[in-house]
């Protein structure tokens, strides 16, 4: 009797246990599995704040179309934004398809070298260049290793508006045109992807898989990050022909690991360690640091960096698995495997290899049955109504990396808000099984993302800017 007690027990508890997740799920009780989130929060903000208790060291974070921007709120539509994001995708597959003549992206064939990625570039900073110090904000990107900035004379025929004033050379007493036959000129070609020039100076020219484009004179420059962080004969591009849709910037600031790149020019200063934490939402600033600043959280975990010799810029990771509402998907670990997984701080929407993503949308469609799912949007496929809503519950995303690294998306990166009534997830499939997997900014945000170039490993600590 005891027996047939204790099993009508177990069985009760198994039950009890069942109607407590699904009372959770549709009644907005926060677990181990599920966030609960105002629906509202999920809407673009007017108004630029910062988080509680969020102090904030390095430069200073902004979406460039967020109410935090120096540009105020530039206006983009969603469709505009996908697009633009899609080229910058097909630049970053083109150059890691390099070996063939035309390379499959999403929807077409594109010619291979497509030029250097450049897309949305949604995160800006403020820097200084020259003496006396401009200060000039320009977009930052892991994707980019060339670091440019308009420059004076720019005929409105050849420039597009920026919002501070052109960097004028000759007001400068530390500016200095680099020589036709220095070692420097002759590393433009890799940096840039395009071949150099020279006249009485080096020149060079930079295009971009959207069709914009950037060149001039190559040269050196202070360029001053914080009062305390500055670098003396920084190489870049002094843009006089810019065309292209970089907004209001002034440039980009290339991270990537090319010779020329901040992050290889600054080696002995910073030791190639940088880090960065992207705001979530965009109504709020992050951070983005160098040297032993950026490594200050002690809840990293740091899995191996790769490198593919066809880019050898990009920041490449092994990923090994995702987990969605606490259920690990079954997805073997050599789905991701080729050509491999990349970090991007200039793509938006992850990238996922088909089979991958067919795992992660079904168990997130199922773990978001009891809401009204609506019509696809361009290149989302698994949209909601939360009309009429006031919280909803979302399957916790958990993506899974070597070394036991899990990170954990935050909510704000689950979605992408197409408008009030069509909420969509905000990760994509490849086409291609060999295509290649981007792991966008969207994805990134509120995590401290740690680059450790020289001891070749990436960290992710949570609460980076929370």
């Known amino acids: 009797m005891a027996t047939i007690f204790q099993s009508h027990l177990f069985f009760t508890i198994l039950l009890l246990l069942a109607s407590l ?50 540009f105020g709120q530039e206006k983009a539509s969603t469709r505009e934004i ?20 035309r390379v499959k992206t999403q929807d077409t064939e ?20 020259g003496t006396p110090e401009k200060k000039l904000s320009i977009a930052f990107d892991t994707g980019s290793d060339f670091t440019w900035i308009q420059c004076s004379p720019c005929p409105p025929i050849k420039c597009y508006s920026q919002q501070e004033p052109l960097f004028d050379p000759s007001e400068s007493t530390s500016y200095r045109n680099v020589s036709c036959d220095s070692p420097q000129c002759a590393q433009l070609d890799s940096a840039t992807g395009n071949p150099h020039s020279c006249s009485s100076t080096c020149q060079y020219t930079v295009e971009y898989g959207d069709s914009s484009s950037s060149s001039g004179s190559f040269a050196s420059e202070t360029l001053t990050l914080t009062p305390s962080d500055v670098i003396l004969n920084f190489p870049f591009g002094c843009g006089h022909e810019n065309q292209g849709l970089f907004g209001r910037t002034a440039g980009l600031l290339g991270l990537g690991r090319d010779p020329l790149s901040l992050v290889s020019q600054t080696a002995l200063k910073y030791n190639r360690v940088f880090s960065y934490c992207l705001p979530s939402p965009s109504s709020s600033d992050g951070y983005l640091k160098f040297g032993s600043d950026a490594i200050t959280s002690s809840n990293l975990k740091f899995t ?21 509402a606490g259920e690990d998907l079954p997805i073997q670990a050599s789905t991701f495997a080729s050509p491999g997984t990349i970090i991007d701080s200039g793509t938006v929407i992850t990238r996922l290899q088909p089979a991958a993503y067919m795992e992660l949308r079904s168990t997130f469609r199922k773990s978001m049955s009891n809401y009204t799912m609506t019509s696809e949007y361009e290149i989302f496929d698994t949209c909601y109504d939360f009309s009429g809503l006031e919280t909803v519950n979302v399957p916790k995303i958990v993506l899974r990396f070597q070394g036991d690294v899990e990170v954990e998306v935050d909510v704000l990166g689950i979605f992408y808000p197409v408008n009030n009534s069509q909420i969509c997830l905000a990760f994509v499939g490849n086409r291609y ?34």
């Open 21 to 70: 997740l699904d009372y959770s799920k549709v009644y907005g009780v926060e677990s181990e599995s599920y966030h609960v989130i105002q629906v509202t929060s999920l809407l673009p903000k007017r108004s630029c704040s910062t988080p509680s208790g969020f102090n904030q060291t390095g430069l200073k974070i902004v979406h460039r179309r967020g109410p935090c921007s120096p």
């Open 82 to 101: 996908l697009m633009q994001d899609q080229s910058r995708v097909d630049s970053l597959m083109s150059r890691i398809s390099s070996g063939s003549q």
């Open 110 to 129: 594109v010619p291979a070298q497509l030029g250097s990625s450049l897309g949305t570039q949604n995160y800006i900073v403020t820097v200084g260049f």
């Open 304 to 324: 191996q960096m790769g490198t593919n010799p066809k880019a050898p810029s990009f920041y490449f990771l092994t990923m090994i698995g995702i987990r969605v």
């Open 433 to 466: 099984t060999d295509s290649l997997g981007i792991i966008g900014n969207r994805q990134q945000r509120k995590i401290n993302v740690v680059y450790d170039v020289g001891g070749e490993r990436v960290g992710f600590g949570a609460g980076g800017c929370s």
